[in-house]
């Protein structure tokens, strides 16, 4: 029998995708997704701005027993749009079954590589 854990609504309050890289690797940041149930989580993400409105239509699913990185710079909508570089934003993830999520940033805008980790906060 396995155990869930975790809850069906997250929040993230400070994202942020640098516009420059410099050095070998590239800024990106990524939204980590646990699911240890039995049953395949449907994720939408929607996305918070401080001057317009939110932006929805981001689907994931996460298979169940497993985990996935969401590099958000790779995420598309269903209507086509991707994640704006330079711009704040926060981020709701909200799932179908009960999923752990932590968010991560690497920001290589400068040579001094920065990487920030923090969990999400449970909704």
């Known amino acids: 029998?396995?155990?869930h854990y975790g809850e069906?609504?997250?929040?993230?309050?400070?994202?942020y995708l640098p516009e420059h890289s410099s050095g070998r690797f590239p800024s990106h940041e990524s939204v980590c997704l646990l699911n240890t149930g039995e049953t395949d989580a449907k994720v939408h993400i929607t996305?918070?701005?401080e001057d317009k409105e939110p932006m929805t239509g981001f689907k994931i699913n996460c298979?169940?027993?497993?985990?996935?990185?969401?590099r958000m710079d790779?995420?598309?909508?269903?209507?086509?749009q991707s994640v704006p570089v330079g711009v704040?934003?926060?981020i709701l993830v909200e799932s179908d079954q009960p999923i752990v999520v932590q968010y991560s940033r690497m920001?290589?805008?400068q040579p001094e590589m920065?990487?920030?980790?923090?969990?999400?906060?449970?909704g």
């Open 1 to 3: 029998m396995m155990l």
């Open 8 to 15: 069906k609504v997250w929040l993230i309050s400070d994202a």
């Open 47 to 49: 996305l918070y701005f």
């Open 63 to 70: 298979l169940a027993s497993r985990t996935l990185h969401v």
């Open 74 to 80: 790779q995420l598309t909508s269903e209507d086509g």
């Open 88 to 90: 704040p934003y926060a």
């Open 107 to 109: 920001d290589t805008s």
């Open 114 to 122: 920065a990487l920030m980790t923090t969990m999400a906060y449970k």
